[in-house]
């Protein structure tokens, strides 16, 4: 993604996950009339396709993405410029998009949503596989993001997600 990023032409980034597709041929087209450059971000939905069946996700950008994820990247056009100060934190092996996600929530970026599902995704990646290391990843994203203080919530947070997980198997 980083490599994309500092070969980027455009004013506008999206970043589409390996066996992810886009929802239809003119979504792009269709969202380019949103493409203000006031904002920072534009999000949209995603829909996770299982065989047959298909679940939409809205995407929500606020302070419960402290508890999960609720934006993914395939939702999210970037704005060129927020990536003059960032990039994504490569000793992030799987959740660099959610803790770069989170970095921009903490910052109060500029965020315009739209009610568009923009991609299709495969519920089968690396992130969905919910073994513990995601979830130390994902403690320490959310205290590098906040202040050390939370890192008990945030773990007790995630070794409930991972129980859970576990459970419903």
Known sequence: MNKG??????KWLYFLGSGDL???NWVIENLSKELDLKFDLIIGEISYCFKTISKNFKSKWSSIMWVKNTVHHQ???YNKTIFNEN????NYKI???????LSLFANKSKVKTVSTVIALCE???VSKNYNWSLY??????????SIIFLKPIFSI?????????KIAG
């Open 95 to 101: 959740l660099s998009d959610y803790d770069f996600n």
């Open 123 to 125: 519920p089968y990646g």
């Open 75 to 77: 939702s999210i056009f």
């Open 5 to 10: 990023v500092l070969r980027s032409k455009g």
């Open 22 to 24: 886009l929802a239809s």
């Open 136 to 145: 130390k990843e994902e403690i320490l994203l959310k205290t590098n993001n």
């Open 157 to 165: 947070i995630a070794l409930l997600k991972f129980l859970i997980r």
């Open 87 to 90: 990039l994504y934190n490569t």
